[in-house]
């Protein structure tokens, strides 16, 4: 019927768009994907086994072994000795917190095929999960020196040193991002938080400048605004910068404050909670002018 | 002296819906108190209730811009509705970890800062259930520079009963989808952090 297949339409192009914007939206994928599987198999042509992929690792994420074993048993069934099915195991595994069983798989991978870049990621995964840091972030180094454009790791390992409070560190993988990535305005504002975390008048500077660069990137992203907002203001207050410089830094702040209203006055519906902000930014605005 | 806060059920229920939501990540929030009107002079005797919950981050919790940005935008909206920030928690990434770390230690000495008594709150992610059947937090309090551990139990909570019941049936009906921290706010001004959608779910449960 027509409404039918409509429906298993919109349902495949929900699957689609959520593996394109690699969203860990793991119950809805399960939601929609055990429906697809279970009604509308008939319908998915070739699909279906990347969409078995997909639900097998929502399932994961959802304690759904029942459900991530049948697909992984379609995989097997027609991909037979399939790295790519291999590693699945190998996920399921992992999410039993069956780290040696899974490692014993990923290292049968990596025997056939040393450069298979997922099983390396996994191992790395393993001594995520299991709490070993120090080791996840040698391990990550070591694979980066192999893999020097694997951007999923650069920001991984800049990940794991922001946990670790090692900014400079997590400032290198950041400066890498930038480096071959230019136009991307998110590294541009998490290395701008970073040096701000880090801190120091200087690092403060740096943080200022990239807050500026996110903007016009993307004139649109609320964190580098409030950063450029927090940077500059505390630059200004400084007692170490001449008059100059706070002249400088007061101007951008006040440009930020003036920009932050406006976009809450975009988004605005008049409600209570954006009254506050709203006050609160003029508050900030206050702040700095008196100073 | 000892100084201990009640849990009202909305605050509860929307620390357990931010972890809920975020089952891959470490999150981390604030409690809100309302202010004492004064302090007494044996106001130790008089417990400090956690009113509402302010969902902040999920993912990295170590950098300090964001936060500033949180503290200061929330801080003016707890003057206008006479609360003062009382506390902190936090869930951390991997379920078995449930100890304070650096970033714990360091947002709570600050919120301790204007709060003497301040609480810092973990959650214990290995005895999170659909049922809630117990509390699962962990309560710190801030004694000589050092954060000691307090036993959480019923007694925690201004009615503890009613915060399983509502706890429990958001927890089933997927509430936390809609649950709005302020990293939500970030990536779109219109989320609104109070999350009147889910207070209104909760007076209607009560």
């Keep these: 019927s027509a409404s039918l297949s409509e429906r298993s339409e919109q349902m495949r192009d929900k699957l689609r ?43 994961l994420d959802c304690s759904r072994d029942d459900l991530a074993w049948t697909c992984l048993q379609e995989l097997k069934r027609q991909f037979p000795g399939s790295q790519r099915v291999k590693r699945l195991a190998g996920m399921r ?25 997922a099983a390396r990621k996994r191992k790395i995964s393993i001594l995520k999960a299991q709490g070993k840091s120090a080791e996840a972030i040698r391990e990550l180094n070591e694979y980066l020196e192999q893999f020097v454009g694997d951007q999923e790791a650069w920001h991984e390992l800049s990940e794991l040193y922001i946990n670790e409070h090692d900014y400079g560190k997590a400032a290198f993988c950041l400066e890498e991002l930038m480096m071959t990535n230019p136009h991307n305005h998110l590294y541009c504002e998490q290395y701008a938080e970073v040096k701000y975390t880090q801190g120091g008048l ?62 809450y006055q975009l988004a605005g519906r008049g409600t209570k909670e954006n009254k506050c902000s709203v006050k609160a930014v003029e508050e900030m605005l206050e702040s700095i002018t008196m100073s | 002296l000892s100084y201990f806060c009640l849990f009202h059920s909305g605050a509860y229920c929307k620390m357990l819906l931010h972890a809920a939501k975020y089952p891959h990540c470490a999150v981390n929030g604030l409690l809100v ?6 302090k007494k002079k044996d106001s130790h005797s008089t417990p400090i209730l956690c009113v509402d919950c302010i969902p902040l981050f999920h993912g990295t919790l170590a950098l300090a811009p964001m936060l500033e940005v949180a503290l200061t935008l929330i801080d003016t909206w707890c003057k206008e509705n006479k609360y003062v920030i009382a506390g902190y928690y936090q869930a951390n990434e991997r379920t078995k970890d449930f ?23 973990m959650v214990d992610s290995t005895r ?11 309560i710190y309090d801030h004694h000589e520079n050092k954060w000691k551990c307090r036993d959480c139990n019923v007694d925690s909570f201004e009615d503890w009963c009613e915060a399983q019941k509502i706890t429990s049936a958001l927890l089933e009906g997927r509430s936390y989808e809609s649950l709005i921290d302020f990293d939500n706010h970030l990536d779109d001004l219109r989320n609104d952090w109070t999350n009147p959608e889910i207070n209104k779910s909760v007076l209607h449960l009560c």
């Design chain 1, 17 to 59: 768009k959520w593996r394109e914007d690699n969203h860990r939206n793991s119950e809805q994928i399960v939601d929609v994907g055990e429906e697809l599987i279970n009604e509308h198999a008939s319908k998915l042509g070739d699909d279906i086994w990347i969409i078995y992929e997909q639900v097998m690792i929502a399932a």
């Design chain 1, 93 to 117: 595994l992992e999410a039993l917190e069956k780290y040696e069983d899974a490692s014993k798989q990923y290292d049968s991978i990596l025997q056939d095929d040393p450069t298979n870049t």
């Design chain 1, 202 to 263: 200087e690092n403060l500077e740096l943080s200022r400048k990239y807050f500026a660069q996110a903007l016009k990137l993307n004139n649109r992203n609320m964190r580098a605004l409030f950063g450029l907002y927090m940077s500059a203001s505390h630059i200004a207050a400084s007692p170490k910068v001449n008059a100059t410089v706070k002249k400088a830094n007061v101007k951008y702040a006040t440009w930020a404050t003036n920009q932050i209203n406006r976009a």
């Design chain 2, 33 to 38: 108190a309302e202010k004492q009107k004064e």
């Design chain 2, 99 to 121: 100890r304070p770390n650096q970033v714990a230690e360091k947002v709570g000495a600050r919120i301790a800062e204007n709060f003497s008594e301040a609480a810092m709150i």
């Design chain 2, 128 to 138: 999170f259930t659909m049922g809630c059947y117990e509390p699962i937090l962990a």
